[in-house]
Structure formats: structure tokens, C-alpha cells
């Protein structure tokens, strides 16, 4: 179990992202549709549609990250939490901007709402933290 909450904010975080890789590994379709696109069949994409391609690459990616956020929460890693916060802001930015330029449905808004919001919620656990840990150090006075 994770010791510290932003450790918990990680491992949640964690979870979701690795759930939804498998998702779209085993139902790309439904992953997709989750998003806001809407699921092409096989028989009727055109020649040089690597959609499917793309959603396996992004599953993948999404089920090792989470993997890496449930393994970094478990170690209390908060140099690994810290290091998240503005990477995720920056694709909560480039999510958010394709939507507003028409690179995708606004279905995908959410995907960057969900980095944005996970983001500010570990840095401000990170922050909360760090304030308890000077107020518990200030409270037990000069070492002797």
C-alpha cells in the first residue's frame, strides 16, 4: 500500500492509466469510443489506416506508465512524483489545444482534464507534505 498521500495520489492515478491501457488492448473500440471517436470497422478503413496500430502503441504505453506510477507509489519515490506534476500539466496543455484546434473531438477534452487535474492534485499533496514535514521539523528544535 502506498505510504503517504501523495503516494496514494500516484497510485490511483496508476491504476486508472493501466486499466484503460488494457482496455484498449483488449477493446480498442470501446477505448476509443471512451474518447470521443468513433470506432471504425476493420472491413471498412482505408488502405494505410494505422488507427488500430496507434491504439495498441498508446495502450501499451498507457498500461507500462501505470505500472510505473503504482511501482513508484509503493517505493514512496517523491522525487518520481515530483518529476510527473509539470509533464503532465504539458499534456494536459497539448490535449486541451488539440481540441480547441480541431485535431480532435471534443470527447479527448477529458483525457486532458484528467493529467491537468491529476497533476495539481499531486503537486498540491506533494506541497501539503513538505509543509507538515518543515512544521514537524521546526517543532522538535535544534539537535543537541
Avoid at 6 to 24: C, D, H, I, Y
Avoid at 107 to 113: A, D, H, P, Q, S
Avoid at 135 to 144: D, E, H, I, M, R
Amino acid at each position: 500500500m502506498p505510504r503517504s498521500p501523495s503516494g496514494w495520489t500516484m497510485a490511483v492515478f496508476g491504476v486508472l492509466a493501466a486499466g484503460l491501457g488494457v482496455v484498449g488492448l483488449i477493446a480498442p473500440d470501446a477505448l476509443l469510443t471512451l474518447m470521443g471517436f468513433t470506432p471504425v470497422a476493420d472491413s471498412r478503413r482505408a488502405e494505410g489506416d494505422h488507427t488500430t496500430v496507434f491504439v495498441t502503441a498508446s495502450s501499451m504505453a498507457a498500461l507500462n506508465m501505470g505500472v510505473y506510477y503504482v511501482l513508484a507509489a509503493l517505493a514512496d519515490w517523491k522525487a518520481f512524483f515530483r518529476w510527473t506534476v509539470p509533464f503532465r500539466l504539458l499534456t494536459c496543455a497539448v490535449f486541451t489545444l488539440a481540441v480547441i484546434g480541431g485535431r480532435a473531438p471534443s470527447g479527448f477534452l477529458g483525457v486532458g482534464l484528467w493529467e491537468g487535474i491529476g497533476a495539481l492534485v499531486t503537486g498540491a499533496t506533494l506541497r501539503y507534505e513538505q509543509r507538515g514535514a518543515r512544521a514537524q521539523g521546526a517543532q522538535a528544535g535544534p539537535v543537541t
